[in-house]
């Protein structure tokens, strides 16, 4: 079972802040990140897929960055908007069982009007 | 679009009960795949099938059975219910063969309680 964390577990901004959250990971047998978002009653959407160490996404105002060799992808959100509260979820890809994907926790984003 | 369904929504069990949740997906994916969400903990993966004819154990698999009945159709099977299988359940699917690099698609997920 590996360990993959995501800090902070929750969020509150207003709008109009741009923000941005973590999610840490065993530096060893990456394969792949995937970021979702969660949002309240709904299913899970992905929003990246990422697999090569440096790689930099984007979509709207949403942004993510890996770093494979220490462990860590960072989301952004630029210009935070109240339809951006959702819970934001990474999952780490295992080079040895590419089926296996560990989840973290997740951080809960609160957007205030 | 469908995408992908479970079935059922909403499940009330007694302990000791057995049950099957049911899975279709649309998209002609290869990968499937068995999730259960606790408070507090990430989505924990059951079982997957990378193709298929192929099943293969996840994280937390004690308890639970699968079976692949054909490319749309996933199924997870509770024998025998116990309280600590209280969860929401969600099935998945990806395109490809459990590459990794493909996004999984969510169901909406089916809550199941166990008294």
């Known amino acids: 079972i590996l360990n993959v964390e995501q800090s902070p577990q929750s969020l509150h901004v207003q709008e109009g802040d741009s923000t941005n959250f973590t999610c840490s990971f065993p530096s060893s047998n990456f394969y792949a990140l995937h970021w979702y978002r969660w949002e309240t009653a709904k299913s899970p959407e992905a929003l990246f897929v990422m697999t090569l160490n440096g790689d930099e996404k984007k979509k709207g105002r949403i942004s993510a960055t890996l770093n494979t060799k220490e462990g860590y992808s960072y989301l952004y959100i630029k210009g935070s908007q109240p339809e951006d509260s959702a819970t934001y979820l990474c999952a780490f890809g295992d080079f040895y069982n590419f089926n296996k994907f560990y989840f973290g926790s997740g951080t809960k984003l609160n957007v205030k009007p | ?115």
Not at chain 2, 55 to 73: A, C, F, I
């Open chain 2, 1 to 115: 679009n469908a995408g992908v369904t479970q079935t059922p929504k909403f499940q009330v069990l007694k302990t000791g009960q057995s049950m099957t949740l049911q899975c279709a997906q649309d998209m002609n994916h290869n990968s499937m795949y068995w999730y259960r969400q606790d408070p507090g903990m990430g989505l924990r993966l059951i079982y997957y099938s990378a193709s298929e004819g192929t099943t293969d154990k996840g994280e937390v698999p004690n308890g639970y059975n699968v079976s692949r009945l054909n490319k749309r159709e996933f199924s997870l099977r509770l024998e025998s219910a116990a309280p600590s299988q209280t969860s929401v359940y969600f099935c998945a699917s990806s395109a490809g063969q459990g590459e990794g690099n493909q996004p999984q698609h969510f169901g909406d997920g089916t809550r199941l309680s166990i008294l």
